[in-house]
C-alpha cells in the first residue's frame, strides 16, 4: 500500500459514494467498551479550562448596551458621563469614526453586518454602544450612565400577525417589501391527486412556541494583541469561519499571524455560531483592546444568551391523505416559522427521508418578526420530526391502527417502497438490511410494548393517573456535509502518536473517538494516541464535535491513520538514512511494507512474528546533535535513526445538502408517562431509545447522547418556553428561574440501545447521533399524551395548563 | 446633643481612647500576647486544606473570590443567580452556592472545591470518569462537590437519595442518569476504604 494509493483512495471518497470499499478486518478498539475518556479527569476535577475561565494580565471588561424595545431606533446618544466614570476605558459608539459601515461578523460564513448597530430589531439587541471597563461591575455601572433617544417603532411578535396585509414592518432595513423573506418549496407528485384517491383526509395545525439552547457556558470571548498580531479565545464551533472572518477585518490580516485558541467548551448545540450578531462583540472587543492596548473579554449575561432561539417556532398546517390500510397518500405540510437565520429544512424532508408517501407538498415561510433570530438549536430538523411524528401518530389513532403498523407500512425513500430502497443500498455497497425492522424488534422488546400499548384513555392507574405510552420513528441522520482535516505526528523517543487538530469540543468525547480509529487503524494501543489539544495547530476538523463529526472528521482520522501506518512501514523497510560514509541499514533489511504489519504498538514480520520492533525503537531519539553526527563523529551508532514521520489527510463531501441522498439507518423510540388529570401534570415515567448508528466507535459516548437528549428534548416537550409580553415585546423569563430546563428528577428510566447495520455514509458504516435524539424526543410527547388521555395536543411544549384545557377542566 | 468622638478606638476591642499614649499601654497590657487585629474585609479561609488570609470587597462573592481571584476554575457561573447548582462548593460540610455568597460572610469558613476533592484522592472523581458523568463538562464540578457533601453525610445512598440531593444541579448535556451510578460505585470503594481500615 503505497502512500499515493492512499491519497487516491480520499479523491475516490470524496462523496463516499462507493461507501467503505477497504472494510477493515478486525475491529480491536473501534466499538470497545470501557476507554477511560481523555477528558474525564479534567473535567471532573473542574481543571478544565473554559473561556469564560480566562483570565490575562490587564485585562479590561466589555458590555453592550441592549435595546429596551423590541423595535426602535437610535436618534441621539449621549455617552458623556459613562466616560467620565472612573474605570471606564472606552465606549465604542455606533456612530464611532473608525467603525466601518459593516464588517465580515460570521453568519454561515462571514456575512457583512454592522459591527454595533443603530437600530434594535428585537429587545435585547445588542445596539448603539459598547462600554469597555476595568471590571464588569463598573462597565454595569457605565451603561446605566448612556442616555438614549430612542424612536419606538410598531413591532411583531408572531408569524400569523406578520403575515396580515396591513402588518408593519418587522425588519424593514433589510425586508422593506414585507415580512415574507421567502418561501422554499420542497416535494414530489401531486397531493391533490393523492387526497382524491385516498379513502380518508384529516387537517389539523399544530404550535412549537419559542425555546433556547441555554449553553452553559455563556457566549464570551477574549483578545488581546501581541503587537500586531492579534489572539483570540474563542467559544464558537466553526474556528476555521472564525477565523476567515477575522482576517477580513483591519484592512486584511495574514491568516499567519492570527493566533486562536479554542478551549473547552460548555456545549453550544449549534446557535450561536449561525447568528449574524455572533462575532460583533468579538469585533468590537478587537476593536477596543487595539485601542486600548490590554485584552478585552466580553461575556453574555444569562439574559443575553436567551436573545437567539431554535428555528422550529412558528405554526405548522397539515392534510393528509390515508388509506384504511394505514398507508399514506398525500402529505401537505405548511409550516410558518419566526426568524430563521438560513434555509435549514423541514416540515416536509423526513417524510421524503423515509417515505413512501407519493405525493409530498411541504412550502416553508420564512417570517420576519421582532424577537431574536433562530437558528439550529439541536437541530435544525426539529421541524421535520414534529411534522413526521404529529403526521404518522396521526394517521394511525385515526384508524385505530397500532403506529408501528403505520411505520412500516409507509418505511422507504422520496416516495419510494423499500424494494426500491434495498436497490440503493447495493448501489451504494452496503449489504441491504432493514434497519427499521430491527430497531423495532429490540425497541418492542425492551418498552413491553404487546402489553402496555392499550386503546386511548384506557390506561387508568390504581395512583388515579393515566397511563399513555406513544411511538415514533426517523432516520438517522448526520449533516455530513463539509471537510475536515487532521494531521498526526510520530513523536520521537517513544514512538507515541499525536493527533493534530483543532479543539473545538462540546463534550460528546469526540477526541477519544478519534483517537479509537487511529489506534485500530495503525495497529497501536490507545494509550499511545493522543489529540493534541493545540489551539490552532492550522488542521481545522470540519465542525469538530458537532454535526460532522464522525461522518466527516472519523473518515479524516481514518485516511490519516492509514497514511502513516504506510509511512512507518516505508521507513521500517527503506534506508534510514545516506551520507558520504554510505547508507544506513533498513530496521527491516530486504523486506517490502507489506511483509511487515503493527500490534500493540509494535512492528512485526507477518512471516515471522518473533522478528520484531517497537513503535518507540523505530523513531529513536529527539535531536541530541543528531544520532546520526554522533557516528560520523565517533564511528559507531548510538541511537538508531529513521526519518520524521508525519501524515496530513482530509475529507471532503457535500453530504446531505446537495439534493437527495437516500438514509438507510433508522431509530425508533417509545416514551411512557403518566398524567394526573386533576392538575394536569405529565410525569415522563420510561423512555427507550433505539438507534441504528451503523458502526459503533465508542457506546458509552452513543448512550450519552441517547440519554442526555432524551433529557433535553423532554425539557422541551414538557416546559421549555420562552415567553414575550404582548404589550411591550419585552422577554419575560430570560433566566433559568423562569424558564425551566429538565433536571436529574424530569425523566424516570431510559433504556439505550444501539444496532449496527452498517449502512451509514460515515467511516466503517458509521452515521451520526448527536443530533438526533434531543430532536426526535419533544414532539413523541404528542402521541404519549394522546394514549394517556384520549386528546391530542397540538401545542408545544405540553404544559399542565394544556393538558387541563385538552380535558375541558379549564 | 452632639455626640463626642473619641480620637483613638483600640483595633482590638473597639475601646475608646483620648490620647494615643492611653491606647498604647492598654494595648500593651490588655492585649499582650493577642495576634495583629484584622483590618476591615480581611477574612480568613481555609481552602482544600490551605489557609487563606484575603482582604475582600464587600460586594465578592465567593464565586468571585474562588473563581477569579484564588483562581480556581471548578466553581462555574452558569445560570448566574442560584439557579443551576454550578457554583457548588462545600462550606462547613455543607453544599453551598458561591454565586449566591458574599465571600466577607465566609470568614473562618472551611470550604472544598472539586479542585481539592481530586486532590485528596477521593474515589467520586475516578467514578465520574468511568461512567461518562460529564459530557461538556462545564456543570460537572457542581455536581461532584454536591455528591461528596451527599456522601459525607450520607456514606450510602440510595439512588432515590441521590436524584434528591442533584436536584438542584443542571446538566444541560443530560448526563443525569450516570451520576446516580457513579456516587453509588463512589460509595462502595468509600466503604470498602473503611471497611479495611
Redesign the interface.
Known sequence: MSVQTEYDRMIEMEDNVGFDKYPLKDFDQIGKK?I??L????????????T??V?LPGMLYLKFLTSPYPHAEIKHMDTSRAEALPGVRGILRYDDPELPDVADLGGHGPTAIAPIPKVAHFEGEPTGAAVVADTE?IADEALRLIQVKWEQRPFLLNVEEALKPDAPLAHPEDFPDGNLEVEHVEGHGDVEKGFKEADRVLEFKATRRLHT??????PCGVVRWNGDYPEFWLKHQRPHENKRAISSWFEHIPMNRIEMHML????T?GGWTQFYWNQGPMYCAAVMAKRTGHPVKYVF??RGDFYGGSMDEGDYYFKVGFNNDGRILAVEAKGHFANPQWEGFGPGTHFEDNTQIPNLNAPRMVIKVNKGPNTAVRCEHLPNTMAFTLVMDRVAAELGMDPIDVAIKNDGAKGHDMEWLTERKEEADFTPRDSLKECLEKGKAAVGWEDKWHPPGAGKLPNGKMHGIGFTWNHEWDDSCGSGEIAMRLERNDGTVSILGMRC?????AETGYCQIAANELGMRMEDLFYRPHTDTGFFPMCPDSSTNTGVNGWAVRHCARLLKAKILEAATSPRAVTQRGMYPPLFPDMKPEDLDIKDSVIFVKADPSQKLSLADLVGPSAEAGPLSFHELYGAERHPFSVPIFAHSYQAQIGCYAGFRPKFCRQVHFMEVEIDPETGEIEVTHVVNVNDVGKVISP??C??QQ??????GVGRALFEEVVHDPATGVMLNG???DYK?????D?QT?DTHLVETQQGYGPYGATGIGEDI?TVIPALLGPAVYNAIGEWIYEFPITPERVLKALGKI | MEEQTSKYLCPYCSTKFEAFEDLKNHALTAHAGEPAPMPEGMIRLTINGDEYQIQVQPEWTLNYLIHDKLGLTSPKMFCDRGACGSCTVIMNERPILSCMTLAIECDGSTIETAEGIADAGHPLVEAYVKHHAMQCGYCTPGFITTAKALLDRNPDPKEEEIREALGGNLCRCGTYPQHPKAIMEAAEKLGHKEGAK
Open positions: 470501557d477511560r475518556r477528558d474525564g479527569t479534567e473535567k471532573a476535577s473542574g481543571r478544565a479550562e473554559y469564560m475561565d483570565q461591575h439552547y441555554v449553553s452553559p457556558e455563556r473547552y467548551q460548555g456545549a448545540f449575561d444569562r469540543d462540546n463534550g460528546v468525547n458509552e459516548s448512550a450519552g440519554y442526555g437528549g432524551t433529557y433535553m433566566n433559568l428561574l430546563i429538565a433536571t436529574i428528577e425523566c431510559i434531543a
